[in-house]
């Protein structure tokens, strides 16, 4: 009989913890599943995804009711840490009702003026029949720049030619930008772009940005890039030092050899024409300026073109009242179809011109030197005599062939007063009678 005591005890003990533990679990987990429990929080966006300091963003929190029952919610609130201001923090004091199987959304606006770091905001959600819902997030804050650096660019630029400046722009944030912009400014330079869109910029992505300008001294150019992070402009600069001088690849025509004379119905100037630099000038034409009047037979002439350290003559007839010198002009175009000029100052004293000032500009649009000249007109002219000219007038005196008959008759009277002559004649005479 013990053992059946035993067991009836056993059972009684088993019956009695059922009747007190099952209602309490009952209880419990009717208490968990209470309609406001089965509000989550679904999603949180931040735009942008890395604020920047001083940006202005927005945080999307979204809500949904997974629960088979309406929830009545009185307000929603973020609370942002110090640093963080949300400006429109009153525009969810009053919800609503959150049906099943619904979703809900709340949009606030938020200006970041905090140091680079990660913050916590927290989002807070109050339920009409009581109790709450808090969620907090990460808000990160990096204000690290996109990078601009130089790529290409000359130590020392040719002035009034065109330079090319190469610029390398890269992201090392962990978002990209967007609306990539570089703009050029600066004094005493011409360029034919002055900006350059480059869009979107990739985390860790690079794009290049190609310039060409023409500075006419020493200046500086200035890179004003401009790009957005979120709704959120943001901007940086590159100065570059330009310094005028030193090495050129342009071409560089240079003036030698000038003679001048005069013919009976124009003055004539000839000499050469050098290429210096070192690239190829193009449609290159000689003439002269005010106040002389280009005229016939080559008011102009026209050489063509010339390879670096190649050259070529040229002849040019003018007339020229009551100046004692005139410009020589050599027009000349480069292998983008700039039209440049080169002027020397020839002087119509004493017959030679001996240089003086010597100036290069640049032109641009139609050709304005004189159209035309002889053709054929391009090669090798006659040079004058070994003694040059002698002015006006002079030119056609024949010094040379004066002064050999002037010897040759000065031998002849010495040879006559010595008796030359005579033995000369008597010795031949003598030969013919034998």
Not at 72 to 87: D, E, H, M, Y
Not at 103 to 114: D, E, L, P, W
Not at 346 to 372: D, E, H, W
Not at 388 to 416: C, E, H, K, R, T
Request: charged share 15%; glycine share 10%.
């Amino acid at each position: 009989m013990k053992p059946t005591r035993m067991v009836l005890g056993i059972a009684i003990v088993v019956w009695t913890m059922a009747v007190i533990l099952v209602p309490a679990a009952r209880a419990a987990t009717t208490s968990e599943a209470t309609p406001e429990s089965l509000i989550d929080v679904t999603g949180i966006t931040l735009s942008p995804e890395v604020f920047m300091r001083g940006d202005t963003g927005t945080v999307t929190v979204e809500i949904e009711n997974t629960g088979e029952s309406a929830v009545s919610i009185g307000r929603a609130k973020l609370f942002a840490p110090s640093g963080i201001t949300v400006t429109n923090y009153k525009i969810y004091d009053t919800v609503g009702t959150l049906g099943p199987g619904h979703s809900m959304s709340f949009t606030y606006s938020v200006r970041v003026n905090a140091p680079d770091g990660i913050y916590y905001p927290e989002f807070y959600l109050d339920f009409v029949t009581g109790g709450s819902l808090r969620q907090s997030f990460p808000l990160k804050v990096d204000c690290t720049d996109i990078q601009v650096s130089v790529l290409d660019a000359p130590d020392r630029y040719a002035t009034d030619s065109k330079n090319t400046i190469s610029l390398s722009l890269g992201n090392p944030r962990v978002t990209s930008v967007s609306g990539v912009m570089v703009t050029l400014a600066g004094d005493h330079l011409k360029t034919t772009q002055n900006s350059a869109f480059l869009g979107t910029l990739q985390p860790d992505a690079e794009k290049n940005a190609t310039f060409e300008i023409t500075p006419s001294e020493d200046t500086q150019v200035i890179f004003n890039v401009s790009y957005r992070n979120g709704m959120n402009a943001h901007f940086t600069t590159l100065s570059l030092p330009v310094t005028v001088g030193g090495k050129s690849m342009a071409a560089d025509l240079v003036v030698n050899n000038i003679e001048v004379t005069q013919t009976s119905s124009a003055i004539k100037v000839t000499g050469d024409v050098t290429n210096a630099g070192l690239e190829d000038a193009y449609s290159i034409q000689v003439t002269v300026g005010s106040p002389a009047k280009p005229v016939d037979p080559y008011p102009v002439d026209v050489i063509g073109a010339l390879e670096p350290d190649d050259f070529s003559s040229f002849e040019v007839t003018f007339q020229a009242q009551g100046t004692s010198s005139v410009p020589l002009i050599v027009e000349y175009r480069d292998d983008e179809g700039t039209i440049l000029e080169k002027t020397t100052t020839i002087s119509l004293v004493g017959g030679a011109g001996l240089g003086g000032n010597s100036s290069a500009t640049r032109t641009s649009g139609s050709n304005p030197g004189f159209q035309g000249g002889p053709p054929g007109s391009t090669g090798s002219r006659n040079r004058m005599g070994p003694f040059g000219s002698f002015g006006s007038g002079f030119s056609q005196i024949p010094f040379l062939q004066i002064a050999l008959i002037g010897l040759v008759a000065v031998v002849a009277l010495v040879a006559w007063r010595k008796g030359y002559l005579g033995k000369i004649r008597n010795r031949f005479s003598g030969r013919s009678r034998k």
